[in-house]
């Protein structure tokens, strides 16, 4: 049962860098434009990142 | 190659290394309602960067409007006027009242609030699993602590909404959903830790959390379903305020209308529509009144006549003495009946608020009634607080939380696709109340375009429409717009001259032809929209013309009859005129030359409820009074801005459609009600006598919110 002292704290920072990612995503502004992010994967031009 | 490829795959660059650097000081917004695929967003996008002076454009595909960087010289009309060019719908949208919303900060709110929660619950739900399937004695309890740290500052973030809406009508003294839904959450915690200081076998962390992230997910898709129709709201508001050309010393300069002051003299082109009221000091126009007063044929107007707020010049430059403070015109005086008729309005009560209203005290009385009976049998104080709790954690009404926003989201979302916005969120279910139907005459019945009625010889035809190129007037373009149909080409006319509020005039084989009304011809006026033209042996011709009727007219009234609907037509326009129309569209009850006051009354006394469908903006305070209220996309934004549903395509046979996708929503909220009330009626027995455990709390919360859900998905597939 020791080794539950190591696998909790791991799944649980593995899930933490999951929550952070999303956060991340969110400020981002990934979640502005979902119809546009999806129509404009099939353009040909270049397009940076979304502008805030 | 020499160029710095960005992408080696497809040899894009990025555009502005192409460009020299512009420095952008400012940002404007426009609005795209047509945008709907890639090539337009491309199309968007390079059409305004090729601008000189725009920095930046970026399409929002989800919002349907573009943010565009650009030198301070730049105006929105130059780039509206690039996208029409180009083919594009664009209107311009006012950048500090969008502001706001732009960032849509709500929603990020409440989706931070779900990840925080459903992260929280996973992990708090794997640790449960362990306690269900055995873990006892030192292993339980390190979950339970572990669960603890967890759990309360995950339920202190993401439930506040529930926490801050109880709080606020318990402030009120009313009872909402949320007060036994934040009472659940807030006990079961409290019981959780209190159970775990002592040591005991259950903790319902996971139920806690787990209600919190289903309801969150309800929130969460009521806001989305209608932030489209909200940000289209907004973009009501949005739209750029009115703007007067003054009259100055030093010529021409272009105010904001609330700069204006009474005696100022403001300058009118044709096509302009009015911002404030005044008194013609020179020129002679036809006005189209029919936003103000419905009526569809124009007046003609001179030196001395009085003008509106809201009335469109068609002909002629006129020069206007300011009368009236912008505040004070006819267009803010319908503003402020509207207000009233808005307040006049009875506060509606939801579905969600009555079952609330009715569910909340029965379940508190139960718990009571669970914790004495208990301690009388038990004498045990700790046994009779555990199964009080327990009976109010397990008939939370998470499953209720989620059958009135789940339905109207599917509801909503697929209105939204057959392009009918629903703005209110209550607007579905009060569409099912109504058995009155009141439909205006002139934009919402009918186009508001004349056509031609009566039978004209080719070639008279063709010289009117030769004529008829020289003017903007309504009359005239239908006359065009006929020889079109018929494909007559146009005599060719020289000379032509416009004279405003009377007609046009040109040369025609030598001779003077003339187009226009019957006192400006010397000939005898006949009955509705009619004009005249004079040809070249000076013989008079009549057209008489009526206003076509809008797409699905007839065919929506006829559905909507079937339906065991009344059908009334209120109108601004003549007797004569209106009466027609009803008759042609098969309306049985006709009221007509009302003001618009009049029309906010004849709604407000009629019994029963009723639906008003207008699009002018004499129509603003009964669209306010109405119980339910549509207004045509092609409406004015006042219009739009009362309404609770605004139908964005042409035909009027969505009127029909929309109240019967309304029908089968109301019926799903009840199924959805009755199915989350069956649920409670096999659990609370459960709860009562002792027998829950969190495992069952987890289970009965997850089953019945999944019932719900999918239940309100039905209405996607039925047609």
Same mark, same amino acid.
């Given at each position: ?34 119809? /546009? ?16 | ?32 309602? *047509? ?17 000189? =002076? ?51 900060? $709500? ?33 339980? *309890? ?23 809406? $109880? ?17 659940? &959450? ?39 379903? @209608? ?26 300069? *272009? ?123 038990? =004498? !045990? ?53 109504? %058995? ?32 008829? *190129? =020289? ?15 018929? %494909? ?17 005039? =040109?040369?025609?084989?030598? @001779? ?68 027609? &129309?009803?008759?042609?569209?098969? &309306? ?16 407000? !006394? ?9 699009? /002018? ?103």
């Amino acid at each position: 049962m020791n080794i539950l002292v190591i696998l909790i704290p791991a799944s649980l920072i593995l899930g933490a860098l999951g929550l952070i990612a999303f956060c991340w995503a969110l400020r981002k502004g990934q979640f502005q434009d979902p119809d /546009g992010n999806a129509a404009r994967i099939l353009t040909k031009d270049h397009d940076d990142a979304p502008p805030l | 190659m020499t160029d710095t490829a960005a992408c080696p795959g497809c040899l894009a660059r990025p555009a502005d290394l192409a460009q020299p650097a512009v420095t952008p000081s400012q940002t404007l917004y426009v609005s795209l309602p *047509q945008i709907h695929c890639a090539g337009c967003i491309a199309g968007v996008e390079n059409t305004l960067t090729a601008i000189p =002076g725009v920095a930046s454009a970026r399409v929002n595909l989800t919002q349907r409007r573009a943010r565009i960087e650009a030198q301070g010289h730049i105006v929105t009309a130059t780039l509206i006027a690039a996208l029409t060019a180009k083919g594009y719908d664009a209107r311009a949208l006012n950048p500090e009242a969008l502001a706001a919303t732009q960032n849509d900060a $709500a929603g990020r709110d409440l989706l931070l609030r779900l990840a925080i929660a459903g992260f929280a619950t996973m992990n708090v739900m794997l640790l449960s699993v362990a306690v269900w399937s055995g873990a006892t004695d030192a292993t339980r *309890q390190m979950f339970h602590w572990i669960s603890a740290a967890i759990a309360v500052p995950a339920v202190a973030y993401a439930a506040r909404p529930f926490f801050a809406s $109880a709080a606020a009508a318990l402030m009120a003294r009313r009872g909402n959903m949320d007060v036994p839904i934040a009472m659940a &959450i807030l006990l079961a915690m409290g019981h959780s830790i209190y159970e775990v200081l002592l040591g005991g076998h259950h903790a319902y962390f996971d139920a806690a959390l787990s209600l919190t992230f289903f309801l969150l997910i309800g929130r969460y898709l009521d806001h989305c379903s @209608r932030r489209a129709a909200r940000s289209a709201a907004d973009e009501l508001a949005a739209l750029e305020p009115p703007r007067a050309t003054r009259i100055t010393p030093k010529g021409d300069q *272009q105010v904001a209308v609330d700069a204006l002051a009474i005696g100022d003299m403001i300058r009118a082109t044709p096509g302009t529509r009015l911002a404030i009221d005044g008194i013609i000091r020179r020129g002679r126009t036809d006005l189209d009144r029919a936003l103000l007063t419905g009526e569809a044929m124009p007046a003609p107007a001179t030196t001395g006549d009085a003008v509106h707020a809201g009335e469109i010049v068609l002909t002629g430059t006129l020069e206007v003495e300011v009368t009236q403070p912008a505040k004070h015109s006819t267009l803010n005086q319908l503003k402020s009946l509207v207000e009233v008729a808005e307040r006049a309005r009875s506060r509606y009560t939801s579905l969600a608020d009555k079952a609330a209203t009715a569910y909340v005290p029965l379940v508190h009385a139960l718990a009571v009634l669970a914790f004495i009976g208990w301690y009388a049998a038990t =004498g !045990d104080l700790r046994v009779a607080l555990n199964i009080a709790v327990t009976v109010l954690i397990i008939t939370c009404p998470c499953a209720m939380g989620l059958a009135i926003p789940a339905v109207s989201t599917v509801a909503t979302s697929k209105l939204f696709r057959a392009g009918v916005l629903v703005k209110s969120a209550t607007a579905l279910e009060r569409l099912c109340d109504i %058995d009155t139907v009141i439909f205006d005459k002139t934009g919402t019945l009918t186009e508001g375009q004349p056509k031609l009625v009566n039978t004209v010889a080719d070639a008279v035809l063709a010289l009117a429409a030769g004529l008829g *190129q =020289g003017s903007a007037h309504p009359l005239s373009q239908a006359l065009v717009a006929e020889a079109k149909t018929r %494909d007559l080409t146009p005599t060719t006319v020289d000379n032509l001259q416009e004279h405003p509020g009377q007609g046009v005039s =040109g040369t025609s084989q030598g @001779r003077t032809v003339k187009l226009g009304n019957a006192a400006w011809l010397n000939t005898p006026e006949a009955d509705g929209m009619a004009t005249y033209l004079s040809d070249t042996r000076g013989q008079i011709h009549h057209f008489a013309f009526t206003d076509s009727l809008r797409d699905g007219a007839a065919k929506a009234v006829a559905a909507l009859q079937t339906d065991g609907l009344k059908t009334v037509l209120l109108s601004g326009d003549r007797h004569a005129n209106a009466a027609r &129309i009803a008759a042609e569209v098969g &309306i049985p009850e006709t009221l007509a030359e009302v003001t618009p006051a009049q029309k906010s009354t004849t709604i407000a !006394d009629r019994a029963g409820h009723t639906l008003m469908i207008g699009d /002018g903006l004499n129509d603003t305070a009964a669209l306010g009074a109405a119980h339910v209220s549509m207004s045509p996309a092609a409406a004015v934004d006042a219009s739009r801005a009362v309404s609770d549903v605004v139908l964005m395509h042409g035909s009027l046979t969505r009127i029909p459609d929309t109240l019967s996708i309304a029908r089968q929503a109301r019926k799903r909220m009840q199924e959805n009600l009755w199915l989350a009330t069956a649920y409670n009626a096999i659990a609370i027995p459960i709860a009562l006598a002792g027998f829950v455990t969190p495992l069952i709390a987890a289970l009965a919360m997850s089953g019945s919110s999944i019932v719900v859900s999918l239940n309100a998905l039905r209405i996607r597939s039925t047609p």
